[in-house]
């Protein structure tokens, strides 16, 4: 049996999309996606790959955008929070893999879509006033990518979805569109409109500690971490990264009539090197930074490339191995949409915040907020401009406790958000192991 690669449209998210809403909305679509797709994996021995669509136009339209990136932040970095904090409750309760070689990895899509959005006759892939991690959908039908699987919500919305979605596929696929497989219909569930405030953003830099700009654009925006067994909180402080840096077209647009050089659109991302590594706990079965690299890179190709037919040269990358701090380096240019991404290794705690005076923003967890304070220490001794520092919310679960029928395992939930968690199973199903041969103590 073939991998499972399969695409899940969900409806339009639940306004204001709380954590018990998102619940209500999306937990029988999720749990019966993932749960198929979780046998495949059993069954074929190969992880299966899940692309969920989630419309976001309610939260990140292209009229809002061109205002900025910053100041829709909040507003679609808690929507994310709350579909991956449910995506990990689901894998958590229904004891489905997210992190071994025969699980699922599942990752979110955001996408530019309304029920009563009218799309043109002629496909457009010019730049849009978009951030880079959101798509349109008609970018997204005529992707080249090679779905074996499309689920979709058994309700009116989903089938609208469904509708849109197979007509703007027929216009960019080659001889193979999505009607030639037939769509798996999943249960939907409970929508809810209601009238929404905008965004605290004053609160919001209240509890980060930061003055942010919330009208400011941003070139080039960093984050760090050890990214071992990449996990959903990974997947969502990387989105959202990516998500603060400025649309190509409307950097293009500001520079067309001046003769200033345009700034690269850049994304750095410090992995940890293994010399700061020494001291975590289950040491043995930390990733090396090639594989931390490669999966981090894996999933940024995911939620950023959507190529269209015919495209050429559309993503270049090179192998970076300077002396001196943060000399290496793999580099990936995305010339649709336009951004760089650079991994670099970092051997201290501050990595590129310190050496790269060019860098904007910086995005951390909310465990992880002193660690921009002292970033922004460190660039003052420096006489650099601070970095504005946004944050992304921790993933929880307590909320989808309520109202639930068994009680969720603590530990099975937090292997789902933890590398730590993730290496102290992997040590466990190894102690498992009969001790045979070179195993034996």
């Known amino acids: 049996m073939a991998a499972a690669y399969a695409l899940l449209l969900l409806p339009s998210p639940p306004v204001p999309p709380t954590l018990s809403s998102l619940k209500a909305a999306y937990d029988q679509p999720l749990t019966a996606t993932l749960t198929r797709l979780a046998r495949i994996a059993s069954e074929c021995s190969k992880v299966s790959v899940l692309d969920i669509a989630l419309p976001c136009s309610d939260f990140c339209s292209e009229e809002q ?30 004891s489905i893999d997210v992190s071994g070689e025969f699980g699922v990895d599942a990752r979110v899509l955001l996408i530019d879509y ?9 496909l457009d892939f010019s730049p849009k006033a978009l951030p880079a991690c959101v798509v349109e959908l008609p970018t997204l039908a005529c992707s080249h990518r090679p779905w074996t699987h499309l689920f ?68 080039a925006v960093a984050n760090g971490g050890t990214y ?28 067309a009539s001046s003769e200033r050089e345009e700034p690269t659109r850049r994304v750095i991302i410090g992995i940890t090197d293994q ?20 999966r981090v890179s894996a999933f940024l190709k995911g939620i950023l490339d959507f190529t269209p037919p015919n495209t050429s040269c559309a993503i270049s990358s090179f192998y970076r191995d300077d002396e001196g701090p943060n000399g290496k380096a793999v580099i990936t240019k995305y010339h649709y949409p336009k951004i760089t991404i650079e991994c670099v290794a970092i051997s201290d705690p501050f990595g590129p915040t310190i050496t790269d005076e060019g860098l904007s923003a910086l995005v951390v967890s909310g465990e992880s907020r002193q660690g921009g304070n002292a970033v922004n220490e460190r660039r003052k001794e420096k006489g650099w401009p601070a970095l504005d520092v946004f944050e992304i919310n921790v993933l929880d679960a307590v909320e989808f406790e309520q109202n639930e029928d068994t009680v969720m395992n603590e530990e099975n939930f937090a292997a789902k958000l933890s590398s730590t968690q993730i290496r102290k199973g992997l040590s466990e199903d190894f102690d498992r192991l009969p001790k045979v041969g070179w195993l034996a103590e």
Not at 114 to 122: E, G, H, R, S
Not at 208 to 213: A, L, P, R
């Open 65 to 94: 955008a061109r205002n900025s990136n910053a100041q829709l932040y909040e507003k679609v970095q808690g929507l994310l929070a709350g579909v991956y904090s449910l995506l990990a409750f689901i894998c958590s309760r229904e």
């Open 114 to 122: 309304k029920c009563t959005k009218i799309y043109p006759a002629d």
């Open 152 to 219: 979709v919500t058994d309700d009116e919305q989903g089938e609208d979805f469904y509708q849109k979605f197979v007509l703007r596929s027929q216009g960019g696929r080659d001889e193979r569109v999505v009607t030639s497989y037939k769509p798996q219909r999943v249960p939907g569930g409970h929508l809810t409109h209601v009238a929404e405030e905008a965004p605290d953003m004053q609160r919001a830099q209240e509890e980060t500690g930061s003055e942010v700009n919330w009208s400011k654009h941003y070139y």
């Open 228 to 255: 071992d067994h990449l996990h959903f909180g990974h997947k969502l402080l990387l989105t959202m990264t990516v998500f603060l840096v400025k649309s190509s077209s409307l950097t293009s647009s500001l520079f």
């Open 275 to 294: 010399a700061l590594l020494k001291n975590k706990s289950y040491r043995e079965f930390l990733e090396n930074w090639e594989t931390r690299q490669s």
